[in-house]
């Protein structure tokens, strides 16, 4: 390394992007960008943590100039860019599921730390039978499209799923409670979103990171992690991070979460995404 540059900090970033690295209302991220040439030009990595699916990614991750592995579906897998300077993914974990093989997409190894969403739709397909509901690989691109008021290449990659199934729940409550009991015997998990619920295997945003930071401690043992996140489905990443950072939402107030050293941003979302990294980095 040259004299006149300064070390990489020991930072690893985990960041959800709905109301956190993008607004929520408008999706914009330009209050982060200075931040994010700086975490660019230090060469720290920064890590998409989100709820969205690889497809949905693509183009912000070339936009913002990511070159990072990136967490999809609430934490059901991890996409690794084919060729990235990591760890090879433990044995042992992989072991322990014997569903876990590599899938590759787009350039992009898939690691699945939850079910496959194939898996996911053979069990739903069998409860299909006993309750009423309706998921994304019930309905074409037009009728999804309708339902969302998404674009249409917008709900295509939203369909493009490897992790999760979001479906709409058409019965009763009660029956709801069995659905849910039944989806747990089949070691699924339901995550509620807005009009969707997220049938999604064992694992969460959390579970995901955790995962993924093993593999860059292999080579420096030294990194810290810092999560920043705005909502409940973040709990999990913000209580598993050395500094968790809860950016400020102008539409709900602060998730809860138990960790003393839990910074909670005076800006909202980008605008506080922004201030706490300069504050991280020292920057400002
Ligand atoms: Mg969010």
């Known amino acids: 390394m040259p004299s006149n540059q300064v070390a990489t900090p020991n930072l690893l970033i985990f960041t959800d992007l709905d109301g956190t690295l993008l607004d929520h209302h408008n999706y914009s991220f330009s209050p982060a960008t200075q931040a994010i040439v700086l975490l660019n030009t230090l060469g720290i990595a920064w890590i998409f943590n989100t709820s969205k699916t690889l497809a ?7 936009t913002l100039s990511n070159r990072h592995p990136m967490i999809v579906e609430n934490g059901g897998g991890i996409a690794i860019p084919e060729g990235y300077d990591l760890a090879p993914p433990p044995a042992l ?3 322990k599921n014997s569903s876990v093989r590599d899938l590759t997409h787009q350039g992009f190894q898939l690691i699945t730390l939850g079910k496959r969403r194939t898996q996911i739709l053979d069990i739903l397909k069998a409860l299909h039978t006993q309750f009423t509901f309706t998921g994304f690989n019930d309905l074409s691109v037009t009728e999804l499209a309708e339902l969302t008021g998404l674009t249409k290449t917008q709900t295509e990659q939203a369909m493009q799923r490897h992790f999760s199934e ?8 009660e029956k709801f409670d069995k659905f849910r009991h039944r989806i747990s015997e089949h070691s699924l998990d339901l995550l509620r979103g807005g009009r969707f619920i997220h049938v999604i295997g064992k694992s969460d ?3 995901a990171m955790r995962w993924l930071t093993s593999l860059y ?4 043992p030294e990194l810290k992690t810092v999560a920043l996140g705005d909502g409940e489905n973040d709990i999990a990443m913000l209580e598993n991070a050395d500094f968790p950072v809860i950016i400020r939402s102008p539409a709900h107030n602060p998730p809860s979460v138990q ?3 839990t910074i909670l941003t005076q800006d909202y979302g980008p605008n506080g995404w922004s201030q706490a990294l300069h504050a991280l980095l020292k920057t400002k």
């Open 205 to 207: 945003k959390g579970i």
């Open 217 to 220: 401690h292999q080579a420096r």
């Open 259 to 261: 960790r003393k050293n």
């Open 166 to 173: 979001p479906i709409i729940w058409q019965d009763t409550e």
């Open 56 to 62: 949905e990614l693509l183009t912000l991750r070339k």
């Open 93 to 95: 974990s992989r072991a």
